[in-house]
């Protein structure tokens, strides 16, 4: 006997908004299949008007609402039966941001929940993470946004320590030199004292740019990422010019600036951790949710 369920999630990030629609195999005896039907990516960068000037602009809050009626749409012919909007960094910091789910709530009917970086992290945990942290190995999981950073250190497949940090690839771009050098020594104390003791630590990454670096190196799916790969990427990408990123590596637009941050984070994580090697699993605060959704509806 077989059923399939179809979930969705709304996943409001500092740099993008993501729709993903999944469908959930379930048989009697057998672990649940979670497979992506649909996944739809609009790039409203929020964060850029949330991290500057502190709230989010009214050009950007109707192109939100459009976003989630069309995102309702998609749902309703998808044949969704459930779903969560959760929203991070850049909602969460607006001072308008309780307003704006208000707003969207009472034209459009989607109710926006507005997380914190701890609960961003529980979400994301409760994906398929569990599978690469079992066994007595130690791992720094780094999960890169628009807005913030989630580090989290877990040994014999327990976590030991977990902290948010306010940086993020949009709010490098926007911050001041002095600012980012700040945020940087700040994690790097945190990371240093935190898997001081631990021998041959990995890295797990997870965010749109490091899955993007994962596809470009060509690795097969499981495989890790070298720190010498990983640093000689980011030496080419530095080099090159926003226009010809778009070009020659065929990166979106809103992907050929921030991916230079994002590099940034990651490599600054495995020197400050000695991680050698990083592993990017297919995870992320929509495929979360839609796991969260499930479990908590048996």
């Known amino acids: 006997m077989i059923s399939i369920k179809k979930y969705g999630a709304i996943d409001i990030g500092s740099n993008a908004i993501r729709l993903l629609v999944a469908n959930v195999i379930v048989r009697e005896g057998l672990e649940p299949q979670f497979k992506k039907s649909a996944l739809v990516r609009v790039p409203i960068r929020l964060g850029a008007d949330s991290f500057v000037n502190g709230s989010i602009s009214e050009e950007n809050i109707k192109r939100m609402i459009d976003a989630m009626e069309a995102f309702k749409l998609l749902m309703k012919v998808h044949g969704v039966e459930k779903y969560k909007a959760c929203a991070t960094s850049a909602m ?38 569990h599978e690469l942290i079992s066994g007595d190995k130690s791992y720094l999981y780094v999960d890169v946004g628009g807005g913030s950073t989630e580090f989290t250190v877990f040994s014999k497949g327990k976590i030991v320590k977990s902290k948010s940090f306010k940086i993020g690839t949009v709010r490098v771009l926007n911050n001041t030199k002095e600012q980012n050098k700040e945020a940087f020594k700040r994690i790097e104390s ?38 010498i790969y990983l640093n000689a990427q980011y030496q080419f990408l530095k080099k090159m010019s926003y226009s010809d990123r778009i070009t020659e590596l065929s990166l979106n637009p809103d992907r050929a600036d921030v991916i230079i941050p994002a590099t940034k984070i990651y490599l600054s994580a495995m020197k400050w951790s000695g991680a050698r090697k990083i592993y990017v699993p297919k995870i992320g605060l929509a495929d979360g949710i839609i796991k969260s959704l499930f479990y908590k509806s048996i």
């Open 92 to 129: 969460r910091e607006a001072s308008n941001g309780i307003q704006i789910a208000e707003e969207i709530l009472e034209k459009t009917g989607v109710k926006i929940d507005i997380i914190g970086g701890k609960e961003e992290a529980a979400i994301i945990s409760s994906t398929d993470l």
């Open 190 to 227: 945190w990371i240093k004292e935190n898997t001081l003791g631990y021998r041959k630590i990995s890295l797990i990454g997870s965010g749109g740019n490091i899955n993007k670096l994962f596809k470009m190196s060509g690795r097969t799916e499981g495989a890790p990422i070298s720190y």
